[in-house]
């Protein structure tokens, strides 16, 4: 018996590993063949679209540009300690021991109560009932219920198979043991038990403790070691506190006992092995101690404040089962990584909160919260900041142009960052840089998938790929609800998986094929199955109008349901509101009338009386469009009214499945298009995932409306696995690669080609190489991203042999990483910054905004040149003259507009950016969307995007100004321009908007009513704001005055820091050190 499980142990302590860097290569999943992702294109016709012009082309142009901006270790535990008894680790063998007890422990009827009272098969197996012997609580009052039961369970924990289990355990644990333990432990042994018969009330309880069955004897040793030092102290058991006392922090003590226990004289070799044991001791105990979680209450080892908190801020009463057994997992209790995937609205943020919570203030490390676009990270800092002010943590924005790179230090309370996938990017950069990763104890990344997203993908496997190597303490927890092959992304992160397929509310999955619906069953081998036939009663001129009979699909929910009906362009979502409310009866128009005024008053208002004439049409009857197209100010009236249910139907783009949380009764999808593109798996999903509102629908339904010659394609859509998630690091041309490289030797993580080699087998490409790079071996890839770093002068080599020569950046490669620029335009920004030192124009903005106006904006704005022309004969003379300096003169211009040739062609990218250079000076001098997007026939949404794109690049080239000497003049310039730029508003509002979620109408409304520092919003009563605020809810007002509030305590900790830092002593100061000589 014990043979074998000295196997098991073995075993174990290998796949114990958290990372294993060598072990990568063995994790390569066979050859399989790409899943074919590239796009389908197909002629469909979209009837309503008859109309669309080709501005609507233009617009395409200027797609969303979500993609483009998006304001948008861990190893073994105990690293190198190999173990306490020379083959094979003590801590780990008591572990499995720790284990095997438990699982002798877990009786047949608790496993039958389990799979009766959760989604049967969903969990993973290896998830066995051992937790809930470490976290039995099932529900908040668990705790009550253990106590009771304590009786019944007792006989479990003190025989097994007819031995005493103390007994049988410690001759397990001292066969492996060092002759000084070991006679320390036989000592214990026998004092325990000397004192088992002396108290018996304190054993009856230690026997029932949920995960201390076998310890007394444990605990014990502690006790007595304290005695045979002569400090014998009172022996008082803290119920409570035994409790909860995990079986490592017993341990812990052992430990420390054993570490005091007085040794006989030995010889100088056994001291020498035995003070190398303490060390080893020492090592373990450290790392325990930044593993264990400490508990501070019943509620998933959280005071019950947070229970209550949950319950006031979120209205949610009890977990869901599933949240439950998620949060009490071993990986969690034991900080491993962790991935969990359920299908969407299933509830998974509440889980990862709740984890955020344990670390901040459990484990007292900041933590990082991932999100992919900017609106979530703000909607998340507005839902998080009454969490923070209660529980006493920061909240900090790291989003568009927003957060500090490093992040203050915050010696008392702890943060949470939530940043975009860029900026967390970023902040880990500055994090290694100044040595303090380790303080992040906790990583979330929601929407995990996004792994696989082109650039985007690429910025998060790197940010993720450095924690794992960087940080043997920091936490990764991913999730997600479109995730196949989630084995890669497992090996990957090192992490555990964790599965359900639970959802509050029913899906029903439809097909519209003429007017006769279908429900998906991908058991049936013809995957669709009649269920009934539209009740269609058209008029021939209805019939022509709307073939696909959306109006009747929509009317059977609408007013008093809500509806989404998705659309594969821009301009399509608004003809289909508008077709829809041509064909909608009178009586829609009553429908809460009162607060459809309101509406439109607000949207006229936020458009400085303008307000988009379609809405105008479509919000009366209750229904509006969503797309990039809006404003954020309207985009989020728009969001409100839906869910308020002023508004029942939003015909929109696919880009609002993946942002806000609007759910609806039912979601319909207009086409199997996003554009020209066939949808894609994880696009379906993510759209008919919107329907069923938990708590409100019994059942939510989806109806995806086909073309018979779609029949076969929708099949495989509706039916096959979501596509898989590859590694993006060669995603265009592998800038990826380049990026991680360059930033590698920056950091000075790695400072040779072998280096880096060794890391890269810590990435997702490295777990999918065999898939994504056929051509081209690894090593190869490597070799030429380093040439073409060294081309570019970003890296040069010193001397030394190929994989072990010395690498380092050059100036213009720091800038570039800590700027996070482009590198394929980081030596085009060099030089345009080098010629603008020649001669800065500095009596007008032109020239600044120029030199930021992001690069990749370029492709998404043609000029219209009679405009371009226009707005050029308007400039001062010193402008002109700048243009013609940066190779745009007036001729060039000037015959574009006429429509001749031009002989000599200009720089298409200078002549671009000029463009939207004029642009973002139009907005700057008048501060108005409306007008600005009129005059250059834009929409307004793209002209908001360009303006947040060109705040965020600002700050990017200012940090790249920093690191080079030579650009000292523009580090004061481009700081206000920054601040000019993501506050495009007059002065006075700039304080008021830094709050999240403060938009331009709302802070003129607020600076209005009396409310004009952060200080006064921060102070305000929230039923004043209310009574004093034209449609401002109480639950927006608690939240500007909870984010205020948050915003400035962190402002003025920051002072704080600063100012204690300031009147530091600094301890190597020339007269202390002098004077202790
Ligand atoms: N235990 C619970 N009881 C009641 N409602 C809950 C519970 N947990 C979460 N919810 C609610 O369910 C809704 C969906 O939750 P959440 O946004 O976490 O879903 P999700 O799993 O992240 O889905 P998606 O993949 O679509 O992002 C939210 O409104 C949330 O408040
Ligand atoms: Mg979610």
């Known amino acids: 018996m014990t043979s074998n499980l000295d196997q098991q142990l073995k075993a174990k302590r290998v796949s114990s590993r958290k990372r294993q860097r060598d072990g990568m290569r063995s994790y390569f999943t066979p050859n399989k063949k790409k899943h074919n992702c590239s796009p389908v294109t197909a002629e469909h016709r979209l009837q309503v679209d008859n109309q669309e012009t080709a501005q609507e082309q233009q617009h395409a142009l200027m797609a969303d540009n979500q993609h483009n901006e998006y304001y948008s270790d861990e190893e073994d535990l105990f690293g190198d300690y190999d173990s306490i008894a020379c083959d094979s680790s003590f801590l780990a063998k008591l572990e499995d021991v720790e284990q095997n007890f438990k699982q002798c422990c877990s009786t047949p009827s608790r496993d039958a109560e389990k799979d009766g009272t959760t989604n049967k098969g969903h969990t993973s197996a290896q998830y066995s009932d051992v937790n809930r012997l ?179 801020l979120r209205g949610i009463k009890d977990l869901y089962d599933w949240q439950k057994t998620c949060l009490t997992l071993d990986s969690v209790q034991q900080r491993k990584n962790l991935i969990y995937s359920l299908p969407t609205s299933g509830g998974k943020t509440l889980v990862a909160e709740i984890l955020i919570f344990r670390e901040l203030l459990c484990r007292k490390k900041d933590a990082l919260l991932i999100l992919p676009y900017i609106s979530l990270v703000q909607e998340k800092i507005r839902g998080l900041a009454s969490f923070g002010l209660e529980l006493d943590f920061l909240v900090e924005e790291y989003a568009g142009s927003k957060g500090r790179f490093p992040p203050v230090k915050r010696r008392v309370k702890r943060s949470l960052y939530i940043a975009t996938i860029e900026k967390a ?139 989404l009906l998705f659309c594969p362009t821009k301009k399509n979502c608004e003809n289909v509101a508008e077709m829809i409310c041509k064909y909608l009866k009178k009586v829609f128009l009553q429908h809460r009338e009162k607060e459809k005024v309101n509406l439109l008053n607000e949207l006229k208002s936020v458009g400085n009386g303008t307000m988009c004439p379609v809405l105008k049409r479509t919000v009366p009857y209750g229904v509006a469009y969503h797309h990039s197209g809006l404003t954020s100010d309207e985009r989020k009236l728009i969001e409100e009214a839906y869910s308020a249910g002023t508004l029942c139907l939003l015909t929109c783009t696919s880009t609002l499945a993946a942002g806000i949380n609007l759910p609806a009764r039912r979601v319909i999808l207009r086409s199997a ?115 073409f770093l060294t081309q570019k002068g970003l890296v040069k080599t010193a001397a030394g042999k190929e994989e072990d020569a010395l690498l380092e950046v050059t100036m213009l490669g720091r800038a570039t990483f800590k700027g996070s620029i482009d590198l394929t335009n980081c030596d085009v920004l060099y030089r345009d910054l080098s010629r603008g030192l020649e001669g800065l124009m500095l009596n007008s903005f032109l020239h600044l905004i120029y030199l930021v106006t992001p690069y990749e904006m370029v492709t998404q704005c043609k000029p219209d040149w009679m405009i371009y022309f226009r707005q050029f004969t308007q400039l001062t003379a010193a402008e002109q003259k700048m243009s013609t300096a940066i190779g745009v003169p007036e001729s060039f211009i000037a015959r574009k507009a006429s429509g001749q040739s031009v002989k000599k062609a200009a720089d298409s990218v200078a002549v671009n950016r000029l463009y939207l250079a004029f642009v973002l000076l139009s907005l700057l001098k008048e501060t108005d969307l409306w007008t600005v997007a009129d005059r250059f026939r834009l929409t307004r949404g793209f002209v908001q995007n360009l303006l947040s794109s060109s705040s965020a690049f600002c700050s990017c080239v200012l940090h790249f100004t920093e690191e080079l000497e030579e650009f000292w003049s523009y580090k004061a310039l481009l700081a206000e321009l920054t601040k000019r730029l993501t506050y495009c508003v007059n002065a006075e509002l700039i304080p008021l908007m830094e709050v999240a979620g403060v938009l331009e109408a709302r802070a003129k409304q607020l600076y209005g009513a009396g409310y004009k520092t952060l200080a006064h919003l921060a102070n305000a009563d929230p039923m004043l704001l209310v009574q004093s605020i034209e449609n401002l809810s109480k639950r927006q007002a608690h939240q500007i005055v909870a984010s205020s509030k948050m915003l400035l305590t962190e402002k003025a900790e920051a002072l704080q820091e600063e100012v204690d830092e300031l009147l530091t002593l600094p301890h190597d100061l020339p007269s202390l050190s002098l004077g202790a000589i």
């Not at 039995?136 to 479990?156: G, I, M, V, W």
């Not at 070991?182 to 026998?190: G, I, M, R, T, W």
């Not at 420390?256 to 373990?284: C, H, L, W, Y």
């Not at 298009?673 to 019994?698: C, E, H, N, P, W």
């Open 425 to 563: 990017h970023i902040l880990v950069n500055s994090l290694i840089e100044t040595n303090r990763l380790d303080n992040v104890g906790l990583i979330v990344v929601d929407e995990l998938h996004m792994l696989g997203d082109g650039s985007r993908g690429a910025i998060l496997e790197m940010t993720l790929a450095k924690v794992l190597y960087m940080s043997k303490t920091t936490q990764i927890i991913g999730m997600s609800a479109t995730l196949s092959n989630v084995q890669d992304l497992q090996k990957f992160l090192q992490a555990d998986n964790y599965t359900s397929d639970f959802r509050p509310v029913q899906l029903k999955e439809y097909v519209k094929l003429q007017d006769v619906l279908y429900e998906i069953d991908p058991k049936e081998e013809e995957c669709f199955r009649l269920s009934r036939h539209l009740k269609v009663e058209y008029s021939s001129n209805m019939q022509k109008m709307d073939p696909d009979h959306l109006i009747a699909l929509v009317t059977e929910v609408i007013p008093v349901n809500s509806c």
């Open 134 to 312: 470490i976290y039995p609580e099932t529900d908040f009052t668990a705790l009550k219920q253990t106590e009771k039961s304590n009786d019944a369970k007792r006989p479990c924990h003190t025989e097994i198979n007819g031995h005493h289990f103390s007994s049988a355990l410690m001759e397990d644990m001292f066969e492996d043991l060092p002759s000084s333990q070991l006679a320390f432990q036989q000592d214990n042994c026998k004092a325990a038990s000397d004192l088992r018969t002396s108290e018996p009330a304190v054993l009856e309880y230690m026997g029932s403790a949920k995960s201390t069955t076998f310890v007394p004897s444990v605990i014990d040793n502690v006790q007595n070691s304290s005695d045979l030092e002569g400090k014998s102290e009172q022996r008082t058991v803290n119920p409570a506190f035994q409790k909860r006392m995990s079986f490592t922090e017993q341990l812990k003590k052992t430990l420390v006992g054993n570490a005091m226990v007085q040794m006989p004289q030995v010889s100088r070799t056994k001291a020498q092995k035995d003070a190398a044991v303490s060390e080893e001791i020492s090592v373990a105990m450290q790392t325990m101690e930044s593993s264990s979680v400490p508990d501070l209450g019943p509620f998933f080892g959280l005071p019950s404040k947070v229970k209550e908190l949950i319950y006031k």
């Open 673 to 787: 298009y996003v554009a020209t593109d066939f949808l894609k798996r994880s696009q379906y999903k993510q759209m008919v995932g919107r329907a069923g509102r938990a708590g409100i629908d019994l059942s939510g339904e989806s109806i995806l409306i086909l073309q018979e010659r779609d029949k076969q394609l929708a099949k495989e859509l509706v039916c096959k696995p979501t596509e898989n998630c590859y590694s993006n690091l060669l995603h265009d041309n592998g800038k990826g690669m380049l990026c991680l490289m360059l930033s590698l030797i920056g950091l000075s993580i790695t400072r040779t080609l072998g280096e880096i080699r060794d890391f890269l087998s810590c990435t997702l490409f490295s777990v999918q190489e065999e898939q994504i790079c056929r051509e081209k071996c690894l090593w190869d890839i490597v070799k030429d991203s380093l040439d």
